[in-house]
């Protein structure tokens, strides 16, 4: 359940923004979770339910971006999409690929008041 | 995240668990120019927020501090010219049986020290100890992964000498661990052959991360179904830079070869 441990690294990013703003409340926050993370969805929102309570972030509305994964062979140069990290290269199956996108965690902005 | 020393911020969070009820938090009332709710723009553009609120672009990695504290953790290594390796597995894989093998058979080789993580109990600590190598014991009670603030803290427990070996047994978890750079120099994964020589493919990103794969246990090989090269390929489709070792910490079958890899680090 590492999903709990990333929830208290976004409630501290954003308790530090905030505070930094003065900030007295986060309306929103906008989180990008690329798809070849290991955050699984269901455990990071049953995390997220229990972890932001009397935290600035308990009453924020969340937004996630989804990024899709992307990789480049590093045998053909082909560009593809990666749906998993032990997927071959479309065009010369090889398996030596460099991952452009997909392993983004990171917050993006808040909206404070 | 500390949850082992409390030195910080962050255990306070994990006490807000369960003294809560199970309402849900309730949503502020929210206005958007656009009049819908499919939330795929970024929150700076084309938005309409409540009067007094303003955005804050953050564009910060939730992993931020470990890594951060990573980076310490692998600049002190190298200062002192440490070798860190992190050895990770699901539990009952042999990482402490090949621990326990490894530092007696290279006793006297170096200076070797022992980081144990366990979510309770100072077992594995215990049965480092007894080959005389210099070991602290993290619990990370409910933690399913160390992270790189434990370590920092276990190390400064160590006192750690120039030029010695650093072994940090990870909690027993091809998931959580895989995310957490510890600082390490290599990552190795353990798999034995009581487990599926499917694991490569269900828990990738573990041995996407690791640069030696230990296969265990080969002395069952003739009691179970496990497909030895079908494993190798597997974690190969995965991670094609992968060496993989094979040995049995029961008869040493193979055991020079991974000492002979250590070497060579």
Redesign the interface.
Known sequence: MHELSIVMGIVDIAEEHARREGAQSVEEIELEIGCLTTVEMEAFESAWKQAVKTTILEHSVKTIHRTPGRAGCLECAAEFPLENLYDACPDCQGHFLQIYQGKELRVRSLVIH | ?CSTCGCD??GH??S?????DQA?????S?THGHGHHD??H???KSHE??P???????????????NLLAERNRGYFEAKEILAINLVSSPGSGKTTLLERTLTDLQGDADFFVIEGDQQTTLDADRIHATGAKVVQINTN????L?AHMVMHAMQGLKLSNNAVLFIENVGNL??P???DLGEQERVVIMSVTEGDDK??KY??MF?SSSLCIINKTDLLPYVPFDIEKAAA?A???N??LEIIEVSCTTGEGLSQWYEWLQSK
Do not use: W
Request: charged residues 20%; glycine residues 10%.
């Open positions: 995240m911020g962050d969070v994990i807000h668990l369960g003294q809560q849900g938090g309730q949503l502020h929210h939330h795929t970024s929150l700076a927020h409540h007094g609120s303003r955005v804050v672009q953050v564009e910060k990695d939730v992993l931020y501090e470990n409910k933690g399913c992964h992270d998931v959580c895989a995310m957490f490569p493919l990738p990103d996407h597997n190969k489709r995965v094609p830079s």
